[in-house]
């Protein structure tokens, strides 16, 4: 069973830079589209980037870097210049259909599979 686990979240001052990590079980990461979404409080969960089985990486934010390391199983989040409207818990997701092709990034949430349990992110001014 594929479980999926995020960390690196906490508080972080405006400016300020934060580096999620999401460690997938059970499964191979370069198998998978890996997706990051987030949800403020009082809104609904957000796409936010995605890399797909191919290796190519899209962002919404220009502020924000996905990648992912096959040798450890793992995909990251880099968050820099961070904003307090950046505040929300940030969900990793993996998805993967057959019919899908190595190069196709899902944006939606129903695409995906998979989700971690989140991780809070805080941006305080």
């Known amino acids: 069973q594929v479980q999926l686990v995020e960390s690196g979240g906490g508080l972080v001052q405006v400016g300020g830079s934060l580096r999620l990590s999401c460690t997938i079980s059970?499964?191979?990461?370069?198998?998978?589209?890996m997706g990051w979404f987030r949800q403020a409080p009082g809104k609904e969960r957000e796409f936010v980037a995605v890399?797909?089985?191919?290796g190519a990486a899209t962002s919404v934010k220009d502020r924000f870097t996905i990648s992912r390391d096959n040798a450890v199983n793992a995909v990251y989040l880099e968050m820099n210049n961070l904003i307090p409207e950046d505040t929300a818990v940030y969900y990793c997701?993996?998805?993967?259909?057959?019919?899908?092709?190595?190069?196709?990034?899902?944006?939606?949430?129903?695409?995906?599979?998979?989700w971690g349990q989140g991780a809070q992110v805080t941006v305080s001014s």
């Open positions: 997701a993996a998805g993967v259909k057959v019919w899908w092709s190595r190069f196709y990034s899902p944006r939606t949430q129903a695409e995906y599979n998979y």
């Open positions: 059970g499964g191979t990461v370069s198998n998978y589209a």
């Open positions: 890399i797909n089985r191919g």
